[in-house]
C-alpha cells in the first residue's frame, strides 16, 4: 500500500510541476527582460482618444473624491475623459460625495441582483439610453478606493492604439502594503502579477489577464456584448476567460499604474479570497470546454488559453488532495502491529512536514524576489519590505482551508471596508523612475 502512496505522490507532483511549469519561465523572462522594458512600450499614439471612466462604489463616501481626484489630475485633456459613478445600493452618501468631486452619478438599488458585473451592466445600459455610449473610444473601470497615476490614461491611450486589444490592463499597486501581514500579502501577489506574469505575456506575445480594476475595455466590446454580461463571482477574470476562449486580445501597460486598497483584517480577506476561489472554480465550470477548444488553434492563442486554464485550475485542491491522502495512510497504518505502524506514521508525517515546509520556502522566494525586483515601486519602509517576505508564504497557505470551504460553501458578493488614501495621492502625481531597473534602462 505504501508503495502505492509513493507512486501517486511521486505522480501528482509531475503533474503539477509540468502544469504550472510555464509560469518558472514567466519569471525569468520578467527578471531577464526586464531592463529593455522600454522596447516593448507602446509608442505615442498619433490621436489622443475620447473614454470614459466607470466606477462601480457601494458605501464608499470615504474615498470615492480621492479617486475623481486623481481622474482631474491626469495628463490628458480634461474634455477627453468623462467620469461616471454606479452608487450601487449605498446607504451613506457617496452619491453626493462622487458629484460635489465632480462625477456623473446613477443610483441604482437591486438586492436581488448584487454584485459589481451588475452594476457596470447597469452604468453601460443607462449610458445606452441616454445616447452617450457612441462618444466613447473604451472605458476605465475603476474601484472606489482606487488612487491613478498621472500619466495612466495618456499611456493606457498609447498602448490601446498600438494593436487591436478588446481590453488593456495596468500595473497594480497598493496604497497600504505596509499596514500588516494580510495587506503585504496581496500588494506582493498583484506586484508579482504585473512583474512576472503580464509583462512577459506581453513580452512573447500572448493574452494577459484584466484583474479587478484598473482596466480599459473597448467600447467595441461593450456594444458586441450589449453592456456587461459578466456576473460571475469573479466578473474580471471570466472577462478574461471569454476573451481568450474568442480569440480577442487583452494587452498590458507596464507604464500605467493605479494604487489599490488591500483589506486589513482577517475576516474581511477571508471572505473576499473565498469569493475569488469559488469565482475561479465557477469560470473554469463554463470555460474549461471553450478553452480546450481555443488550444487547437495552437500557437500563442493556445498558449493563452492554457495560461488562463491553469490560472482557474483548482491547484490549491490538488494540494490538500496530496495531502489528505498521506495523512489518511499514516493514519490507516495504526491498525498495524506497533513497531510498524509508527514508523510508517512518522514517515508520512515527515512527507506532510517537508511539503509545508518546501511550499513555504517557495512562496517565501517568490516574494523575495517581488520585492527585490520591486523595491522602489513599494511604498513601505525597508524593514516591512524584508519582514512581510517572511509572512507572505503563511498569506498564501491559508488558500488552502480557503480552497476547501469554498467548495461547499455558499457564497455571496460583501463589501470592503475602505480608508482615505493619504500620501499616497500626492505620489501618484509625481512622475519619476519608478524603479531602479528603469533608472538603469
Not at 470551504?405 to 523612475?433: D, N, S, T, Y
Amino acid at each position: 500500500m505504501m508503495e502505492l502512496i509513493h507512486i501517486f505522490n511521486l505522480v501528482l507532483t509531475v503533474i503539477m510541476a509540468l502544469a504550472f511549469g510555464y509560469q518558472g519561465v514567466f519569471m525569468l523572462i520578467g527578471f531577464l527582460k526586464r531592463k529593455q522594458a522600454a522596447r516593448y512600450a507602446a509608442p505615442e499614439a498619433p490621436k489622443l482618444h475620447r473614454y470614459a471612466a466607470v466606477i462601480s462604489a457601494r458605501n464608499e463616501a470615504a474615498v470615492i473624491g480621492e479617486l475623481i481626484d486623481s481622474l482631474h489630475h491626469q495628463d490628458y485633456p480634461a474634455e477627453l475623459l468623462d467620469i461616471y459613478v454606479v452608487a450601487d445600493n449605498c446607504t451613506d452618501d457617496t452619491a453626493e460625495r462622487a458629484r460635489q468631486a465632480g462625477a456623473m452619478v446613477y443610483e441604482r438599488f437591486n438586492d436581488r441582483q448584487v454584485g459589481k458585473g451588475y452594476a457596470l451592466d447597469y452604468l453601460f445600459s443607462c449610458l445606452r439610453s441616454a445616447g452617450l455610449d457612441s462618444q466613447y473610444f473604451g472605458y476605465f473601470v475603476f474601484d472606489a478606493d482606487n488612487i491613478v497615476d498621472a500619466s495612466f490614461v495618456r499611456e493606457m491611450n498609447n498602448t490601446a492604439c498600438s494593436g487591436n486589444f478588446s481590453a488593456v490592463t495596468c500595473y497594480r499597486n497598493s496604497k497600504n502594503f505596509g499596514s500588516n501581514w494580510i495587506s503585504a500579502g496581496y500588494s506582493l501577489w498583484f506586484l508579482r502579477e504585473a512583474r512576472f506574469l503580464n509583462f512577459p505575456r506581453t513580452v512573447i506575445g500572448s493574452n494577459c489577464t484584466v484583474s479587478g480594476t484598473g482596466f480599459l475595455i473597448s467600447a467595441d466590446i461593450i456594444r458586441e456584448n450589449g453592456g456587461w454580461p459578466f456576473h460571475l463571482l469573479t466578473e474580471d477574470l471570466q472577462f478574461s476567460a471569454d476573451c481568450t476562449a474568442s480569440g480577442k486580445r487583452i494587452g498590458y501597460c507596464d507604464k500605467a499604474m493605479i494604487y489599490d486598497e488591500q483589506p486589513t483584517s482577517f475576516r474581511q480577506s477571508w471572505d473576499q479570497r473565498i469569493r475569488w476561489t469559488k469565482g475561479f472554480y465557477q469560470v473554469a465550470w463554463h470555460y474549461a470546454p471553450g478553452l480546450i477548444h481555443s488550444m487547437r488553434h495552437g500557437g500563442k492563442q493556445a498558449l493563452s488559453a492554457y495560461d488562463i486554464l491553469m490560472i482557474v485550475a483548482p491547484g490549491s485542491l490538488l494540494t490538500v488532495t496530496l495531502l489528505l491522502i498521506n495523512l489518511m495512510a499514516g493514519m490507516a497504518c495504526l491498525t498495524q502491529p506497533p513497531e510498524v505502524a509508527w514508523g510508517i506514521l512518522l514517515s508520512e508525517l515527515q512527507f506532510i512536514a517537508s511539503n509545508i515546509l518546501t511550499s513555504y520556502a517557495g512562496f517565501a522566494a517568490l516574494g523575495g524576489i517581488t520585492v527585490a525586483c520591486e523595491w522602489h515601486n513599494i511604498h513601505a519602509t525597508r524593514r516591512q519590505k524584508i519582514g512581510y517576505v517572511l509572512t507572505f508564504p503563511f498569506f498564501m497557505l491559508t488558500y488552502i482551508p480557503i480552497a476547501v470551504a469554498a467548495l461547499r460553501r455558499k457564497v455571496e458578493w460583501k463589501p470592503i471596508e475602505h480608508h482615505r488614501a493619504g500620501a499616497v495621492l500626492g505620489a501618484a502625481r509625481q512622475k519619476k523612475p519608478r524603479t531602479l531597473l528603469d533608472r538603469i534602462a
